[in-house]
């Protein structure tokens, strides 16, 4: 199967700073790679997604790489500000998409 | 609102008892997941249905665990003799073929 490993588990930066958010994978069949935004007591929510025939995918401030030679995918976050804060998962997926696998989180806090 | 619903939010039971929770994902949606998830831990693949059809179980699945989609919409898991162990978010999500997993809010099994 799929192992994601998710680092660091916890995160606190500055506001208006720049948070990164690291995953490796290690089924290189993997080809989609979502990432999850979780706040307090809520859902997982999509924020940004990316498939592997790109290396990079950019939405406002938020913005996401992919090496698959590496296999590993990172979360890139500028210009942090205190609604970023939540629990972040990354995730991979086959192209059958019949599992996602999970990292183990990333709590981000954005003082102010 | 059209997302994914989960039913009930909270369900506190005994020790022993049975419990059965429902999802209901988005319409168009003919994919199926349910997940675990643990305090401070990414969510855990605990079954997947394409249609009514139930293709893929995790081994963290006992026995005592059992979901079904019978006409292909909506989706319960059942737990049999609840254990304290089994105290988690129980997340449903369900997507279209190649899209992004779209969550629930959860139904937070507390087994006293």
């Known amino acids: 199967g799929e192992n994601v490993e998710q680092h660091p588990s916890t995160l606190s930066v500055q506001e208006g700073d720049s948070a990164v958010i690291k995953c490796t994978y290690s089924d290189s069949a993997s080809n989609y790679f979502p990432w999850y935004k979780q706040e307090l007591g809520k859902r997982p929510q999509l924020i940004i997604d990316i498939r592997s025939n790109v290396g990079e995918k950019k939405d406002q401030r938020i913005a996401v790489t992919l090496n698959k030679t590496a296999k590993h995918f990172s979360l890139h976050i500028t210009e942090t500000q205190p609604e970023d804060s939540a629990v972040y998962f990354c995730a991979a997926s086959k192209p059958t998409g019949n599992q996602f696998y999970f990292g183990t989180g990333t709590s981000l806090t954005v003082i102010p | 609102d059209t997302g994914v619903s989960q039913d009930p939010r909270h369900k506190i039971t005994k020790r022993g008892q049975n419990v059965t929770f429902r999802c209901d994902p988005i319409s168009e949606h003919n994919r199926l997941y349910w997940y675990r998830q643990t305090l401070g831990q990414g969510p855990e693949f605990l079954t997947y249905?394409?249609?009514?059809?139930?293709?893929?179980k995790s081994r963290l699945l006992s026995d005592r665990f059992s979901a079904e989609r019978p006409k292909g919409s909506f989706s319960t898991l059942e737990i049999q003799r609840t254990e304290q162990g089994d105290s988690a978010m129980y997340l449903c999500a369900s997507s279209f073929e190649g899209s992004p997993l779209h969550f629930g809010n959860g139904t937070r099994l507390t087994v006293t």
């Open positions: 249905f394409q249609n009514e059809a139930q293709l893929e």
